[in-house]
């Protein structure tokens, strides 16, 4: 199967194995993995998915959840989700992520951080040995408008990311703005300062105007990668 088939083929599986009739909180990511995500829980049935409420990680998550006529819900209702499903940019060996392709992180962590469960679905692309192996881009910063520049400076001549930039919009003028009206920035760095990457996190977010951070270390329990094929890697 080509890359599609790869991802649904990685969603399918995840959803089989870790989306049960007894989870009922369930956090819907973001991306272009996710709705296969959908597309499998809606398999599992109208009766078994009207006890259940879904929980958007933003604006075309909630789509999703909305065209699937599944039932939407918000974490400040559900403080404890059963399981969250998501997408990445790129997964190391000990299921580090780089994630906020979509400009979505911020929500996603908190999602994902809510789950009892994290489960990270994607095509064979994103399955790395260590960060900054495939994806180029950088890792994703959500920052306040306001700060974005005094940010910038910071990641280009402190924390040792000269080509740090401003995430600009394909369909609009100016830069992306994010669901909580943010903005991001891309900023990359060479396997030496990213081969750690919890204290990469902790650095970047102490930087004053970051929002969040698309380093997600320790919080996934398993990813699940369909391979070209037609195999599905499984990593935990
Ligand atoms: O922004 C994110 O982290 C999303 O999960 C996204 O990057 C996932 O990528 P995908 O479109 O390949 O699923």
Do not use: W
């Amino acid at each position: 199967p080509g890359i599609e088939g790869a991802k649904r083929l990685a969603a399918y599986t995840a959803v089989d194995k870790h989306i049960l009739p007894h989870h009922k909180i369930i956090g819907i990511g973001s991306g272009s993995t996710v709705p296969y995500v959908v597309e499998r829980i809606t398999q599992q049935g109208t009766e078994l998915n009207k006890g259940r409420i879904f929980i958007p990680t933003g604006f075309q998550s909630k789509e999703l959840i909305i065209e699937a006529g599944l039932n939407l819900g918000d974490v400040d209702q559900f403080l404890t989700i059963d399981v969250t499903i998501d997408g990445a940019d790129e997964v190391d060996a000990q299921l580090n992520c780089i994630k906020g392709g979509g400009a979505c992180h911020l929500r996603e962590k908190v999602l994902a951080e809510a789950a009892k469960t994290f489960i990270i679905v994607a095509d064979y692309r994103k399955n790395g040995k260590y960060l900054g192996e495939n994806f180029a881009h950088g890792v994703p910063i959500e920052v306040v408008p306001f700060a974005y520049a005094k940010v910038l400076q910071n990641l280009r001549s402190v924390l040792g990311s000269p080509n740090a930039s401003l995430r600009m919009a394909k369909a609009k003028a100016g830069p992306v703005v994010t669901d909580n009206a943010n903005f991001v920035i891309d900023a990359p760095f060479s396997r030496d300062l990213i081969k750690d990457p919890s204290s990469l996190l902790t650095k970047i977010k102490l930087l004053t105007g970051v929002v969040e951070v698309g380093l997600f270390c320790n919080i996934a329990q398993a990813a699940y990668f369909g391979n070209q094929d037609g195999s599905v890697t499984i990593k935990r």
